[in-house]
């Protein structure tokens, strides 16, 4: 996985209205959590512009090197808090990864393939877009691509049913189904073949 650099600041502004004032100078507040009890919290703050430049890249899914006063931290996005209205980004919450230490984070789901349901007339239906896995830090995939191909009408692939990369481990429910692959409802093939059946069907000749 693609390590991504973000330039932080420590900050000295608190509460709502230390905010709402960084906020107003182009900033958003965060948090650097450390899995480790002796290793304390560090408040911090991001410049808006250079953070959505990164996360343009898909940094919630990245480990991102953290450029904190020439001190160069790995970490990941734990949270991002969203004013509900206008979408805009309120606060980041990082969290400290170490090499060689396993983290859990969330990797999105891609579909490769056609399924052999959709072509028999089935409806594709993407259940889980994302999986929270366990690894260390170099061994963080990208993404998880997962080939529906052979997926026939009826059929549902699990995260039981998944290949993760070696030292990748699932920490969603191995019961969590990620795609199906429905069967055309009664009215839809009834319509099919309709439109078979006129297809097939000789134009009538025009009476003289």
Do not use: C, W
Not at 26 to 52: A, M, N, T
Not at 120 to 130: D, T
Request: net charge negative.
């Amino acid at each position: 996985m693609e390590n991504l650099v973000l330039n932080i600041e420590k900050r000295q502004e608190f509460g709502k209205g230390g905010a709402r004032k960084l906020r107003r100078k182009g900033y958003i507040p965060g948090i650097l959590y450390s899995p480790h009890k002796d290793d304390p919290q560090i408040p911090v703050k991001i410049l808006r512009k250079e953070f959505h430049k990164i996360f343009s890249k898909d940094a919630e899914h990245h480990v991102l090197n953290l450029n904190l006063e020439n001190e160069e931290i790995m970490a990941v996005i734990k949270e991002i808090q969203r004013d509900p209205i206008k979408s805009d980004v309120l606060h980041v919450d990082f969290f400290k990864v170490f090499k060689g230490e396993k983290v859990i984070v969330e990797v999105p789901i891609e579909l490769v393939g056609e399924p052999k349901g959709v072509k028999k007339g089935g409806i594709l239906e993407h259940l889980l877009r994302e999986i929270e896995i366990e690894a260390i830090p170099s061994q963080i995939p990208e993404v998880i691509e997962v080939d529906v191909t052979d997926l026939d009408l009826g059929d549902t692939l699990m995260v039981e049913d998944l290949k993760l990369p070696e030292g990748v481990e699932p920490i969603t429910s191995l019961e969590t189904a990620i795609v199906s692959i429905l069967a055309p409802t009664k009215g839809e093939e009834e319509e099919e073949e309709v439109e078979e059946a006129a297809e097939g069907e000789a134009p009538l000749e025009e009476a003289e």
